[in-house]
């Protein structure tokens, strides 16, 4: 299984980027996709997620700004940044989760970094 992330980047406060995250080795269209960020010196947090079904669930901190959506033919998951304040600084992953009977997989990406600066 392989996630990898793309689209980050440098941005000045009030713009936009959109991240990308391409998965193989996996039945895709079965799994939650999520993207999460870690900021320097803090502990890596839920961004947004949607299920399987493409129900979707967004931190308070981005609802209004952020979009996610999934791709199952492409087997992609996106995150459309806008508005994006110093805050949102961090380094965003991708993941990948499913049941599997009582267990679970679980996947992640590398990450990539996101920098709101002027």
């Known amino acids: 299984v392989q996630l990898v992330e793309s689209g980050g980047g440098l941005v000045q406060p009030g713009g936009s980027l959109s991240l990308s995250c391409a998965a193989s080795?996996?039945?895709?269209?079965?799994?939650?996709m999520g993207w999460y960020r870690q900021a320097p010196g803090k502990q890596r947090e839920l961004v947004a997620r949607?299920?399987?079904?493409?129900?979707?669930n967004y931190d308070d901190s981005v609802k209004g700004r952020f979009t996610i959506s999934r791709d199952n033919a492409q087997y992609t998951v996106s995150l459309q940044m806008n508005s994006l304040k110093p805050e949102d600084t961090a380094v965003y992953f991708c993941?990948?989760?499913?049941?599997?009977?009582?267990?679970?997989?679980?996947?992640w990406g590398q990450g990539t970094p996101v920098t709101v600066s002027s």
């Open positions: 949607i299920a399987s079904s493409g129900d979707t």
């Open positions: 993941n990948a989760f499913r049941f599997v009977g009582i267990s679970s997989n679980d996947y």
């Open positions: 080795g996996m039945a895709f269209r079965f799994y939650r």
